[in-house]
């Protein structure tokens, strides 16, 4: 996008679900990030963001180990799920604020025990909702995504442009 930034980790504890759907997971940890770290940099556009893994009410978070990535990709596997990523805005010093979520449908191919195994052999799996980096091997894995493919890398780029084309204040002539 040609938008100089800096990455600045967040130490907010993250929600896990409960009673809040995927998109408000998101949404909400997005918020929580953003948030925190513009307390820190008040004049800064901050932008926070969180992606949840979700096939129907069940949450796929980051794996603890091997063994659980592997399960989660068993279940993903030949099935429809959706990728959310909630974005939040905030800029501390003008009180700008804007929050969204965006939703990708991925659908995995069947995968053997054995592709699964090469999978995580491969792509360091353990720092990813879901188990699994679309831009990472992803073809091995995808069969088909409906909506954003950067929104299931982790931002949906396209999206953030749009909404960061609204929020800078107009240029002078």
Excluded: W
């Excluded at 796929?60 to 180990?65: I, S, V, Y």
């Excluded at 091997?137 to 950067?150: E, M, N």
Aim: with cysteine; charged share 25%.
């Amino acid at each position: 996008m040609g938008v100089k930034f800096e990455v600045v980790a967040s130490k907010v504890e993250e929600v896990t679900g409960g009673p809040l759907m995927p998109s408000e997971v998101a949404v909400t940890n997005a918020c929580r990030k953003a948030i925190s770290v513009a307390d820190a940099h008040r004049d800064a556009m901050v932008i926070g963001a969180d992606t949840v893994v979700a096939m129907g009410n069940r949450l796929f978070g980051k794996p603890a180990d091997k063994r659980a990535a592997a399960a989660m990709l068993r279940a993903l596997s030949g099935k429809t799920h959706e990728v959310t990523t909630g974005v939040c805005l905030v800029r501390r010093s003008t009180g700008d604020l804007a929050v969204f979520a965006e939703t990708t449908r991925v659908t995995f191919r069947r995968l053997t025990a054995r592709q699964i195994r090469d999978y995580i052999d491969r792509v360091p799996v353990l720092d990813k909702a879901g188990a699994y980096a679309i831009q990472e091997r992803g073809d091995a894995l995808v069969r088909k995504i409906s909506g954003s493919f950067t929104n299931v890398v982790g931002l949906p780029v396209e999206r953030l442009r749009a909404v960061l084309s609204r929020s800078q204040p107009a240029q002078p002539p």
